[in-house]
C-alpha cells in the first residue's frame, strides 16, 4: 500500500505539477473559505470572499459583529448563504471564546484536542475541520473529500462505503506525516476528481493513473 500510495502522487504532480493549494492571503481567509466551501465549486467560493474582501468584513472582529442577514448576503454566491452564515458565526464564537481569535495561540494547541474542538462547532464536519488544520494551521491531517473516496474505491485502495476515518486512515498510515505532502497530494486528487475521474463520464482512457 505504501508503494503504490507514493507512487500515484509521483505521477500525479509529475503530470499536474504543484497546485499551490489552498489560495488565500491569510490562515483566517483559508477557515472561511473551508466553511464556504462546502457543498459548491470553489469559482462560487472565491466570489464570496471577494466580495467579503470588497466591503472590507474579512477580520474576525468585524465578521462576528456583522448582521447575519448582511452576512449571508455578501456569500450568496456560495449557496446556502443563511446556513452558510450561521455556521461562520458559530465558528467566529468558538475562535473568540476559545482563543481570542488569535490564530498562533489556536495552532499551538494539541491537534487531536483542537480537531475534536472543531468537530462540537454546529456545522463544522471532518472535512471542513481537517482542511482547518492542514491549510490554516499547517497541521499534518489528511483532508478527505468526496473525489479522494471516489478515486481510490474505483482503483480498488478503499471500499465504496469507506467512512471518512477508514479513508484517511489509509493515507495516515501509509504516508509520511509531513504537511507539505498531505497538502500536494490532497490537492492534486482534487485536480484529478474535477479533470478526470468524474462523477459521470470519467476519462479513464487518458487519465494519468490508467493503468495504476
Not at 115 to 137: F, H, N
Not at 176 to 202: I, M, Q, T, W
Request: net charge positive; hydrophobic share 40%.
Amino acid at each position: 500500500m505504501k508503494r503504490r500510495l507514493n507512487r500515484i502522487f509521483l505521477r500525479l504532480y509529475s503530470f499536474f505539477g504543484p497546485q499551490y493549494w489552498w489560495p488565500a492571503d491569510s490562515g483566517f481567509e483559508v477557515i472561511i473559505g473551508a466553511i464556504l466551501t462546502q457543498n459548491t465549486n470553489w469559482g462560487n467560493v472565491e466570489k464570496a470572499i471577494s466580495y467579503i474582501k470588497k466591503e472590507g468584513y474579512l477580520d474576525p472582529e468585524r465578521l462576528l459583529k456583522l448582521p447575519l442577514h448582511k452576512l449571508a448576503r455578501l456569500i450568496k454566491s456560495a449557496g446556502y448563504y443563511n446556513i452558510k452564515a450561521a455556521r461562520i458565526k458559530n465558528f467566529l464564537k468558538f475562535f473568540f471564546d476559545s482563543y481570542s481569535a488569535d490564530l498562533k495561540r489556536m495552532s499551538g494547541k494539541d491537534p487531536a484536542a483542537l480537531r475534536k474542538q472543531l468537530l462540537a462547532v454546529k456545522g463544522i464536519g471532518p472535512e471542513t475541520a481537517d482542511s482547518i488544520l492542514l491549510y490554516a494551521l499547517n497541521k499534518p491531517v489528511f483532508v478527505i473529500d468526496a473525489y479522494t473516496k471516489r478515486i481510490f474505491s474505483r482503483h480498488h485502495l478503499l471500499e465504496e462505503d469507506a467512512t471518512y476515518e477508514q479513508a484517511q486512515d489509509v493515507f495516515m498510515r501509509n504516508l509520511k506525516s509531513e504537511v507539505r505532502l498531505f497538502n500536494e497530494y490532497h490537492a492534486l486528487l482534487v485536480k484529478l476528481g474535477k479533470d478526470y475521474c468524474r462523477k459521470h463520464n470519467p476519462k479513464c482512457e487518458i487519465c494519468p493513473l490508467h493503468g495504476q
